[in-house]
């Protein structure tokens, strides 16, 4: 059986390639749990600041691919002479008010006015540490064409972002944003919604980025599932899996992968480098903060897998495994 398949839906909502249980606990439950939660789960002394060098970007990546870590899963990707910016969160929270919410651990280390000139935005889902207001709302004088999950185009729309600049896209659907450039919409297994009335009712989905020379995934938000293994088959191998390791718990083990799973996804996908992703940003679970890639390096090291950990901010080559061990100093 092959998940590579387009999304379906029950009436109006989207459902995950497998069978998913958002949360095994109830709303009360979970609230107590966040409340009562030991360990630092925010960092005792503030992160950074990092800062961004945008004239770096005036010289291209000698071996064509460069990352930039803004936090989270917002990625500035230079990839065979084009440059891709995924979930941008520039915003101070994530949440739905400005004075409520989690807080971010340090400031976005490159200004929005300092971009570089952009050849595609990718929008992998409408969550909150996803899909910012505040930031989308500043990118709505560019002309960057928005590559997004179904549903998630008439949300920004409304923020201001033309219709002409969007494409929507199903799971296995494609897009070129240059003639050797191609951005693909894969399966994830996670669920949407930005209040409790609309759950699902826009599509989530990862990303497979495939250059002229280089192929990588990025895989936004999911739990664990086969799928990965048809992503793999089918689009790998990858030179760079990005793939999230931070917000997991036991409440809700069906949709977010956690260190463990992650790293068995990077094998299933038959990457090269892996880089953890959405993690050390924002404090999303019970977990303490330091503590999902104090666990990735632990099942790489026994896995046998290389590792791609930039400083946020940094411009860094993708020519091999890198650790900046930033988090420690």
Known sequence: ??????????????????????????????????????????PINPLGPFHTDHNTYNTPPANGLRITWMGHSSLLIEIDGYRILTDPVWGQRASFVSFAGPKRFF???????????????????DHYDHLDYPTISQ??????????????????????????????????????????????????????????????????????????KHNIFFGADSGIFPGFNDIGDAYGPFDLTMLEIGAYGSGW???????DNASDAHLALKGKLMMPIHWGTFNLALHPWREPVEL?????????????????????EVVGAHNTEWWKA
């Open 296 to 316: 990735i390096q632990s099942f790489a090291k026994n896995k046998n897998i290389q590792l791609f950990l930039p400083m946020p901010g940094q411009p860094t």
């Open 1 to 42: 059986m092959s998940y590579l398949k387009p999304a379906k839906k029950e009436g109006k909502t989207f459902i995950n390639p497998i069978p998913t249980v958002q949360t095994t606990e109830n709303m009360a439950v979970m609230m107590w749990k966040f409340i009562t939660a030991k360990g630092e789960r925010e």
């Open 253 to 259: 083990p069906h949709i977010h992968m956690g260190p």
């Open 107 to 125: 400031d976005a280390p490159l200004p929005l006015q300092n971009l570089p000139k952009l050849d595609a935005i990718i929008l992998s889902h």
């Open 139 to 212: 990118l709505t004088h560019l002309s960057t064409p928005v590559i997004c999950s179904l549903g998630v185009g008439g949300i920004i729309q409304k923020w201001g972002i033309k219709k002409e600049r969007i494409t929507e896209l199903n799971w296995t659907d494609s897009v070129n944003i240059a003639p050797n450039c191609t951005i693909t919409a894969t399966p994830a297994r996670h669920f949407t919604g930005r209040g409790i009335t609309n759950r699902n009712q826009t599509l989530w989905s990862s990303f497979v980025i495939k250059g002229s």
